[in-house]
């Protein structure tokens, strides 16, 4: 999946001898919708191989540098905390933002993991909820919501208008969104007749170019009372909007069953305040979104074991 100029998307590479694990971390990303490419090594020395590129990692196109590195700590061959001594002390390796992804739970063991440079330190299973603390710690990489590439067309950053008349929901949501890292620009509306004038590309931006349709919607439904209720009217009853991705917030269990809709994509509930976990979990159920980690783009790299 390319990204905007600037940006490239985040690899991530797992060190983890437990196939188990392996595959239920791959689940975990698969079924949040990280699009973000996963490999995997299976011990200490093999990732020790493949950041130097040596034995069957010598070819740079089987072994592209990783942005970001899931380390188990109990591995055969060299264990995590010896590959993590090793890469510290390689300052070309040493950037690279290692995170502990463990069964243990000793205290020596987390101590010694940020004595040698992790950023973070998660224990098994992994969880959505539990890479987004480490993702938190990486300053050197951001969420994007993306919107895939069709035939001929390039990945870009999705589109997001959030309609709601109350300022401090848009104030949180803001807030919400920006600490969690989520880089793409959200364009804020306080009536129904500002939202259609999106969705229907009449809205005009001030240096007279028509703002583009939006890629999903967050949606209050008590929109000034009754417009958000007519503004999902009318995207069911849009053929070019039927497959909009909306999130509604709040509502009772009563509001959420009246409300109209006829869409092909059902719009999915979630709670005020905004919570990024939540918002992630809502973007997961529409195919045509994608949430991926991308950090910032740099020049062809060298061997990647270089000191």
């Not at 090793?86 to 950037?95: D, S, T, V």
């Not at 929901?169 to 793409?184: D, I, S, W």
């Not at 959200?186 to 809205?203: E, I």
């Not at 269990?253 to 809502?282: M, N």
């Amino acid at each position: 999946m390319s990204a905007p100029p600037g940006t490239k998307p985040v690899l991530i590479l797992m060190a983890d001898d437990d196939p188990e694990d392996c595959l239920l971390t791959k689940k975990t990303l698969q079924k949040a919708r990280l699009g973000n490419e996963l490999r995997f090594v299976q011990d200490g020395q093999e990732l020790l191989d493949y950041l130097g590129r040596s034995g069957k990692f010598a070819d740079p196109a089987s072994s592209p540098r990783p942005d970001l590195i899931l380390l188990d700590l109990n591995m055969p061959n060299m264990a995590g905390l010896d590959s993590l001594w090793e890469i510290n002390l390689k300052p070309a390796l040493r950037k690279i933002p290692i995170v502990i992804l463990t069964a243990s739970e000793a205290s020596l063991d987390i101590s010694d993991s940020y004595n040698l440079g992790a950023y973070a330190y998660l224990v098994k299973p992994v969880t959505l909820a539990k890479l987004h603390e480490a993702v938190l710690r990486l300053k050197s990489c951001s969420y994007e919501l993306a919107v895939p590439a069709g035939p001929g067309d390039a990945v870009r950053p999705a589109v997001i208008v959030m309609a709601d008349d109350d300022p401090e929901h848009c104030l949180q949501a803001t807030k919400t969104l920006q600490a969690a890292g989520l880089g793409n620009a959200l364009t804020y509306v306080t009536n129904g007749a500002a939202l259609l004038n999106h969705l229907h590309g009449r809205h005009i931006h001030g240096d007279g170019t028509p703002a583009p349709r939006p890629d999903l919607v967050i949606l209050d439904p008590g929109l000034q009372q009754t417009e958000g209720r007519h503004a999902l009217a009318e995207i069911a009853d849009t053929p070019a909007l039927r497959d909009l991705p909306v999130i509604l917030l709040g509502g009772s269990k009563g509001d959420r069953a009246d409300l109209p809709w006829g869409g092909t994509a059902d719009p999915v509930f979630i709670d005020q305040p905004l919570d990024f976990i939540a918002f992630a979990g809502a973007v997961a159920a529409f195919p045509s979104l994608a949430l991926r980690l991308v950090t910032k783009a740099e020049g062809p790299a060298g061997t990647a074991g270089a000191a």
